[in-house]
């Protein structure tokens, strides 16, 4: 695959999809979100319980996304929740939601799209607030897991592989860079995918990760590698892409499964056959180094996306949550 490297480290700088995560610490700052016992800033909230954690998560959607595609986004608001506990090391519980509709006919879709993903993933819903007298509709979507042992943001090393396990057995849902993998997938296959990361993280084969999210493979790199106060390689010739996608829209791409995982590199191979077996695509695509640079290599050149140190992102690294 031959592709423009300046051209895509430009369009990643300017991505909309990594910015937009800068609104993280203005909201964290603001309510005091610092010098927790277990970091804040992760995928999910992670309480201390008995022998494990509890999981907590929460996920809103743009109004225009709501509007454009109602079933979907009542999908996505199960989905991405669930993800966001399995890129924990953790499993899902139960989910509660917020509606915002226009009559029961506005909030019927944006239902249906929650019902049908609950009942394929096997997470049911629970209770929730409904406010179905408003002229625009809303979505938010909160959930409860538990973990064993967390993967997290904040514990990726200097040496760690950085594996990419995407689901490529899906298609875009237009007009959106959602690469959607499960809505016409097998139930019982999509429920078992749900066990790898937990079982990674259990096996102690891993101890950070993260959900690829809107800010797509590199942006989420960025995050991790803020987190951990590390920085991160990327050979792009190294990152597996769909037949018929272009390198710069996959990684800008929200795939439907799909995780970063920063592996000590004696535990890669292992880490790569647990994807195999269940025909996810899996490939070790750069490293985790020392510094705060993420940068992105093809063909021996090199192009650096952020240094987190120069400009933070998230302003969450691991120190502040000690």
């Known amino acids: 695959m031959s592709f423009d490297l300046v051209a895509i480290a430009n369009t990643l700088r300017a991505s909309a999809g990594i910015s937009a995560k800068a609104d993280i610490s203005a909201v964290a700052a603001r309510l005091g979100l610092t010098g927790q016992t277990v970091a804040v800033g992760d995928d999910c909230a992670a309480i201390p319980d008995g022998d494990g954690f509890l999981l907590l998560a929460i996920e809103g959607f743009i109004n225009e996304f709501v509007a454009a595609d109602p079933w979907f986004a009542g999908w996505c608001g199960v989905m991405v929740n669930i993800s966001d506990v399995v890129a924990m090391g953790g499993r899902p519980i139960a989910v509660v939601d917020a509606v915002w509709a226009n009559g029961e006919d506005g909030a019927a879709p944006v239902l249906d799209g929650m019902q049908a993903a609950a009942e394929t993933f096997g997470v049911p819903i629970v209770g929730g607030h409904t406010n179905i007298r408003t002229d625009r509709g809303q979505l938010s979507v909160a959930i409860l897991g538990r973990a064993r042992r967390l993967l997290t943001s904040f514990d990726a090393r200097p040496g760690d592989r950085l594996i990419a396990a995407v689901d490529h057995r899906g298609r875009y849902r237009v007009p959106f860079n959602n690469w959607e993998a499960a809505t016409t997938a097998p139930p019982e296959r999509l429920r078992a995918d749900l066990d790898i990361l937990p079982d990674i993280a259990e096996a102690g084969l891993a101890y950070a990760a993260k959900d690829i999210s809107q800010g797509g493979i590199v942006g989420t790199a960025i995050m991790l590698a803020e987190c951990s106060d590390v920085g991160i390689e990327i050979d792009l010739k190294a990152i597996p892409v769909p037949d018929g996608v272009a390198m710069d829209r996959w990684l800008q791409t929200f795939p439907s499964f799909g995780y970063l995982l920063a592996v000590p590199?004696?535990?890669?191979?292992?880490?790569?056959?647990?994807?195999?077996?269940?025909?996810?695509?899996?490939?070790?695509?750069?490293?985790?180094?020392?510094?705060?640079?993420?940068?992105?290599?093809?063909?021996?050149?090199?192009?650096?996306?952020?240094?987190?140190?120069?400009?933070?992102?998230?302003?969450?690294?691991?120190?502040?949550?000690?």
């Open 265 to 322: 590199e004696e535990n890669a191979a292992v880490v790569l056959e647990r994807f195999a077996k269940r025909d996810i695509v899996a490939a070790v695509i750069g490293a985790v180094t020392p510094g705060s640079q993420i940068a992105v290599t093809a063909d021996g050149k090199r192009e650096l996306i952020r240094d987190h140190q120069a400009t933070p992102l998230m302003q969450l690294a691991r120190e502040a949550a000690l």
